[in-house]
């Protein structure tokens, strides 16, 4: 069975600074991947996700990811937080589709906050 | 489009009450889910719909019901509210396959049972 764990509940980072939110899957083969970011109040929105070819992705909001096949990882960066980019981080997985059903897997969420 | 919508927002419901969750999308989507959100633990499915007439339970399904008579349309019934349904609750939608399935979610519903 997929599984995402997501090691950091909260991270606190100083505006301007760099960050990196870890994410890490279990899955037998090459994984769907994904990052969403829910604002207070809000729903869930995609940031960026994977699913075949270059390893570094670029989403919105400045935001990128790398999946690490030997690590089993897709830890997200951004290279100077904005107080903006406070919120929830999830992320996710889910097997290609093959016919069968999508279920993806979402992690427990990091919660970044900003500090000014 | 307006995407995924949920009705209503807020919701405050007693012990034995019940109710129902609107969720629409107008993107055309085969799949739709159901999930609730509880502080420091992530999304819990509740049920999900591969399309009209066909649901499955996801991993918290006690407690709740779902039909799917129309693509658009996925609505989450309560029967019996119970003080541990207290959370909020998420519609989403995907299509089924290839690279488009990633999910769109709707603002939530809170809802409180006292």
């Known amino acids: 069975a997929q599984s995402v764990t997501q090691p950091d509940i909260h991270i606190t980072v100083s505006e301007g600074a760099s960050l990196e939110l870890r994410c890490n899957y279990s899955?037998?083969?090459?994984?769907?991947l994904f990052w969403y970011v829910q604002s207070p109040g809000q729903g869930l929105q995609l940031l960026l996700k994977y699913f075949s070819g270059d390893t570094l992705v670029q989403g919105i909001k400045g935001f990128e990811a790398e999946f690490k096949r030997s690590q089993s990882s897709f830890n997200l960066r951004k290279p100077s937080v904005h107080w903006s980019d406070a919120a929830e981080y999830f992320c996710?997985?889910?097997?290609?589709?093959?016919?069968?059903?999508?279920?993806?897997?979402f992690g427990r969420g990091t919660s970044l906050i900003v500090h000014p | 489009n307006a995407g995924v919508t949920q009705t209503p927002k807020f919701r405050i419901l007693k012990i034995g009450q019940s109710m129902t969750l609107q969720c629409a999308q107008d993107?055309?989507?085969?799949?739709m889910y159901w999930y609730r959100q509880d502080p420091g633990m992530g999304l819990k499915l509740i049920y999900y719909s591969v399309g009209a007439g066909i649901t499955d339970k996801g991993e918290v399904p006690n407690g709740y019901n779902v039909s799917r008579s129309t693509t658009e349309d996925f609505p989450l019934r309560l029967e019996l509210a119970a003080p541990s349904q207290t959370s909020v609750y998420f519609c989403?939608?995907?299509?089924?396959?290839?690279?488009?399935?990633?999910?769109?979610f709707g603002p939530g519903t809170r809802l409180t049972v006292l």
């Open positions: 989403a939608s995907s299509y089924s396959v290839g690279v488009y399935n990633e999910q769109f």
């Open positions: 899955y037998g083969a090459t994984p769907y």
């Open positions: 996710a997985v889910g097997p290609p589709p093959s016919g069968g059903s999508y279920i993806p897997t």
């Open positions: 993107m055309n989507h085969n799949y």
